[in-house]
């Protein structure tokens, strides 16, 4: 019985006007996000601007949609820094208030590391954290860190630390990367990064994907996962995978934004923290017209509707 | 008048046996620097293994230094984290403990962020720091931190903020961004970020350097510095390059602890964070070897023995 399993968002966070984050746009983007299907939440990942938001800033807007009575076992917060002691308070915090996993980056400061060192890296985060439910899910994104698990990192991993180390995010955009790793580690609960590989990967035995169209699509891409053994499973697929390289043409954390902002009529959702800009209203728009022309694409919030 | 010149040492970070920074060797290491020559400070920079230290560890190790007399006007400590939050956090503890500067890293988790998202950051961090006496000093390391900062952005933040950005430390390794730097912001003090560049760096008026192996070579160094207009100052600075060439052909960080724990005869000077692994101890013989056979390279402590 795995951990996690579905459709897993890394949830966008919200900025107000002071560039502060927000908090209540946050908890509402979780609620609504569980209703459109999604069955885990990612905060702070790579979509989530997480690596911009300071220490304490993410373990408030966790401690937030806790209370707001979101489920922590659905709950995967990133916690991966380029600092193992920051690293381990991040962890030890989010296992405390009962999270179901963490997703950690490699330290990504410094480049070509060796494999010795990060096992090192893992095996006293691991020890640090010294909490018996730790479940760490390893996040796997070198395009972006730059610093990657190889497939003998996550095997030695894996030997070491078997009730801990349970899983894998793999954003290489590399198939075969994911495939050798689910060939390699059977158990092992591996989420494909983009819903591009869902299919594909749920055929050959990974977890769901973690991805962060999850955001704007989580309905259809729910759809996938629940009917990936039935005849239409690849229509379904090449659905979900033409919204996605119509998002992707765009640079990927600021078209999402843009998307809220336009569905939610609140153009403060489209704000970004640098070192990120917004997308310019002309693309903005251009992108809209595009995923409504081609997709009859569309985002409901009813629950907000009825609270007015 | 600069605000700082001649020899920085980013200074190393000793480990105890536990992994936790051991500030009493710090401190030890910061006296030191000063008496073999070192003008200025800067803790927590990559040869620190600054970015595998958590955000308090830095803050408290920061205060220990000061704490045991350590000019605050020639502390120059690394600032930046990919967090605009934490970053500010550091700087504005950094300037409200009295340090003549900070030493700033760009963003670097996202990559190849806009001019004007980098732009916006540094903004947005100075005006969040609100500190009359905060002096930035730009950290320019494309090899490790993958973003850098453009000539023209460097630009449009000294024309933002002339008071404020005064200088940077040019890691790029490229003597040819050293000098476009100098030749378009004369009164920009540049570092460059290898005493390679040193006596270059002077006759086209850059203010001194800061450097990894200021470490183990302020003294040499330091010499070139003070005797950068003399006639013997082109043997002097041959001197210093042979020295580094050789060192550097070995991990760096790893050597300069490895050189470190020799001299002082302390082996627990070797000690690492991960994702850093100590030399293995054929190679640190081997640059011990080296170093004493071609430069007669000798460390001298005297003040510990004194108090023997």
């Known amino acids: 019985m795995p951990n996690f399993s579905g459709v ?41 601007e997480g690596n911009s938001l300071g220490i304490d800033e993410r373990m408030e807007l966790l401690e937030e949609i806790i209370d707001a009575d979101i489920e922590p076992e659905i709950l995967m917060p990133g916690t991966g820094t380029p600092s193992l002691a920051d690293t381990i308070v991040l962890t030890k915090h989010a296992v405390e208030i009962g999270c ?19 096992y090192r890296y893992f095996s006293e985060m691991i020890e640090g954290v010294d909490e018996d439910d730790l479940k760490v899910y390893l996040y796997h994104i070198p395009p972006v860190a730059q610093v990657g698990f190889s497939l003998s990192l996550i ?24 495939a050798a790793i689910l060939d390699a580690y059977p158990k092992f609960e591996v989420f494909p990064g983009s819903e591009v590989f ?9 977890a769901g994907c973690i991805s962060a169209t999850c955001n704007v699509a989580a309905g259809p ?10 005849p239409e499973a690849d229509d379904l697929q090449a659905g979900i995978s033409a919204v996605r390289k119509t998002i992707q043409s765009y640079p990927m954390i600021p078209a999402l934004k843009a998307i809220m902002a336009h569905f939610r009529d609140d153009p403060e959702w489209a ?18 017209t595009e995923l409504k022309s081609k997709y009859n694409f569309h985002l409901d919030f009813d629950d907000e509707e009825d609270e007015d």
């Open 8 to 48: 897993i968002a890394p949830v966008l966070t919200p900025f107000g006007e002071d560039g502060s984050a927000d908090a209540d746009r946050f908890v509402e983007h979780c609620h609504w996000l569980l209703e459109q299907g999604c069955t885990g939440l990612a905060p702070f990942g790579t979509t989530s």
């Open 100 to 118: 179901g996993g963490v997703l950690v980056l490699p330290p990504y400061y410094y480049k070509a590391p060796s494999e010795e060192g990060l």
């Open 155 to 178: 095997g030695r991993l894996i030997k070491a630390f078997p009730s801990v180390v349970v899983g894998l995010k793999d954003s290489s955009g590399d198939w075969s990367n994911t």
């Open 221 to 230: 891409i729910r759809k996938v996962f629940d009917n990936w053994t039935t």
């Open 198 to 206: 869902l299919l594909d990967g749920l055929r050959k035995g990974a």
């Open 271 to 288: 704000k970004l923290r640098p070192p990120f800009t917004e997308l310019p209203s002309a693309e903005a728009e251009k992108l809209i």
